[in-house]
């Protein structure tokens, strides 16, 4: 009696161990995967979302230039879009966008740069001193530090110095700028630290001798000019 009360107990814990295994297997199937697995497509997820394009307030188009600039070891481009007439020198990014839209139409390097006519508003820089200089900037380093800063005199003296921001951005962007409303000094100084922390300090404005854009830097460096000038107007 012993023996078969002790046969139906195995038996039945045969059975409860069956079912519980049973169990486990049907919930491995359904949710498809083990832990490891589960962590693949987690890490899946993850590759998804980092190759998102970003977001409008992080424009940063294709600029095929760029690879001249780091061939020539150059950490920033400069174009020369022409200059507002006497009438318009007061004229300002905000008001008149389709007055300087027509300028960068009619520069000729729509083809060329083929994002000029798509910059946003962001990347519009206007110094706000009836500037009449119409540039294109373009740092060499997609994760560069821009910052603008106004220039003035010194009090008392001819000396010029640096005065408040009027601009900065951390996207390496290109972006364009007005100002320069005399011939005679610059108005503002572009600083632009690069992701290895080489900084370029240069102030952007055109030659008193024959007219083009002022490339060098007071510490010697040389910003890199895309602007296409008439046949022996640039000084050697």
Known sequence: MKIKI?????AVAMLTALSACSGGGKNVNVSGSDSSSSANVAEGTDDTESTQPPSDDQWNPVVTQRQLL????????????????FETYNYNFK?????????IRNSGYVDSFDFLLSVPDE????TGNGGSEFYLIIPADEKAKVEIYSLGFKDGSTDIERGE????????????????????FPECEIVITDS?????????G???RDGTVINTTEDGKTVHDFTAYPEGTKEE
């Open 6 to 10: 002790l046969s139906l107990f195995l």
């Open 70 to 85: 780091a061939d020539e070891g150059s950490m920033c481009g400069v174009l020369y879009l022409g200059y507002g007439s």
């Open 95 to 103: 008001d008149n966008r389709e007055y300087f839209t027509e300028i």
């Open 123 to 126: 990347y519009w820089v206007d």
């Open 165 to 184: 921001i009027l601009y900065s951005q951390d996207t390496g962007a290109p972006f364009l700028l007005k100002c320069n409303y005399s011939d005679l």
């Open 196 to 204: 290895k922390g080489e900084v370029l300090n240069w102030r952007p």
């Open 206 to 208: 055109l030659s008193l």
